[in-house]
């Protein structure tokens, strides 16, 4: 498991049902929190061991993740068990594998600090730091995330191989 530091206490509950955030609401939410390090850089650890998280807000409807990563870090192909999402590079640069369609074949994007990708919920990606230096993210998931399937690449396309939920976070 990666290295984990307690998250922010979720809101609490109202008892009502929201409906998720849309990928462009997600998108300018860690994008105005990218622009304001003095709310997350205070927070930002870097672990040899695997790449380092906090959960800077759990609300109902939404929450916002800091990541760091170190050269040779990556999630490794995952989706988000539904969720929409966001993240930015606030520091750094990092690179995204995604699977396009049959023409397009493996999509291999570099991420460079300032830029922010958003997704809906059937999407899967490989990040990784294939840079020489660290990196910060932050991230968004509406709704919060509650499971998250991991995969592997073949010949044929993404095969799952596991899943895991918020307990291993």
Known sequence: TPAAETPVPATPATGRTRDPLTPNTLRSIVRELAERPEHWIHHVRLSTEERWYRRLVADEDHEVWLISWLPGQSTGFHDHGGSRGAFTVALGELEELSLGGPEQGLLIR????????????????????????????????????????????????????????????
Do not use: C, K
Request: without cysteine; glycine residues 10%; aromatic residues 8%.
């Open 110 to 169: 570099r991420i460079s600090a300032g830029t922010t990708r958003a997704f809906g919920p059937e999407y899967v990606h490989d990040v990784r730091n294939t840079a020489s230096g660290p990196a910060v993210t932050l991230h968004a998931y509406s709704p919060p995330l509650s499971s998250m399937a991991h995969y592997d690449l073949r010949a044929g396309g993404l095969v799952r191989t596991s899943e895991e939920g918020p307990e291993q976070w």
